[in-house]
């Protein structure tokens, strides 16, 4: 998919989804890098399936945050200059039995910015994928974990069905969730967290931010 047919449906639906983002190679690297971060990094007590701050950790992840060629694709769809919040691991625990209501990334202080979620498992709607509500993105909506109006039977909602190395983008304004990993399945993700450069709000420490809880 060229760039601009990227940009038109990311403007439109606040997200977009490539396919083979990650070569297999790419793929077992980062795999790697985030089972040797996992022992290090600190697990949070609200949401134990998620790992902030993995460039803290891990040189290579700040490396990765920085230069990577996901950077040049954010800056050009949200067309803005960038600056790197965080790197992050996610996880539906297999038999579960709750997900992560639906929310935004944007927290107060700050609005325009951007994620890439990177599959490191496949995800479907039996272990947990991801839901966007799309076009939310043009809506004035909290930056509050419990959303109301939105659901999978919602007529905006999409279930994002990816296999390992695939990738979403969407934006920090973008409403999305996750259900229960009812299978005994894993479900795995790196997310790269972005913030607009132009969007001047006040900074807050990451660790601080209730954001990435898919």
Request: glycine share 8%; net charge negative; proline share 5%.
């Amino acid at each position: 998919m060229s760039l601009e047919q990227l940009k038109r449906d990311f403007d439109r639906d606040g997200y977009v989804v490539l396919r083979g983002f990650l070569s297999p190679g790419e793929l077992e690297e980062l795999r790697a890098r985030a089972e040797g971060c996992l022992g290090e990094a600190e697990k949070g007590e609200a949401y134990p399936g998620v790992v902030k701050n993995l460039n803290r950790v891990d040189p290579w992840f700040e490396d990765q945050l920085q230069r990577g060629r996901q950077r040049e694709l954010i800056s050009a769809l949200l067309e803005d200059d960038l600056e790197p919040a965080t790197a992050a691991w996610f996880a539906r625990l297999p038999g579960e039995t709750s997900g992560i209501r639906p929310h935004l990334d944007a927290v107060g202080h700050r609005q325009k910015g951007a994620t890439i979620w990177i599959a490191l498992d496949r995800a479907d709607r039996e272990n947990g994928c991801l839901y966007y509500a799309r076009g939310t993105h043009r809506q004035e909506l909290p930056s509050v974990v419990g959303l109301e109006g939105f659901s999978a039977e919602s007529e905006e909602a999409v279930a994002v069905e990816v296999e390992p190395g695939d990738a979403t983008i969407h934006s920090s304004l973008t409403v999305h969730w996750s259900e229960a990993n009812r299978s005994q399945r894993p479900r795995e993700a790196i997310s790269y967290f972005y913030w607009a450069a132009s969007d001047e709000g006040e900074t807050a420490d990451p660790e601080t931010l209730e954001r990435g809880e898919r």
